[in-house]
Nanobody, 121 residues
């Protein structure tokens, strides 16, 4: 089994910062892309940022220059540093990992349970 757990959400004033963390554990042989998604009330889940195992990053236009994604391959963690937060960043943030499992060598995606980020003006 593979577990994905996020932490670090909360309530913050517009212009403030938050850091989200995500840890993957279990029968993991290797992790390919790690990503953060978010889903605001009444909206579809959207991609926020991705990072490959080589450290290549990609961001949604709406967060470029404000959010930074990083990962620690040894610890199997990914973080999202969010700065200059806006009310429109309010959403549940989900961690997604693309895993190759040990023994079976099968590839699958896993999601965390989500962490709420609320930005008030």
């Amino acid at each position: 089994q593979v577990q994905v757990v996020e932490s670090g959400g909360g309530l913050v004033q517009a212009g403030g910062s938050l850091r989200l963390s995500c840890a993957a554990s279990g029968t993991i042989g290797s992790i390919n892309t790690m990503a953060w998604y978010r889903q605001a009330p009444g909206k579809q889940r959207e991609l926020v940022a991705t990072i490959t195992s080589a450290g290549r990053t990609n961001y949604a236009d709406s967060v470029k220059g404000r959010f930074t994604i990083s990962r620690d391959n040894d610890k199997k963690t990914v973080a999202l540093q969010m700065t200059s937060l806006k009310p429109e960043d309010t959403a549940v943030y989900y961690c997604n990992v693309d895993v190759v499992r040990t023994i079976t060598r099968t590839r699958a995606e896993y999601w965390g349970q989500g962490t709420q980020v609320t930005v008030h003006s």
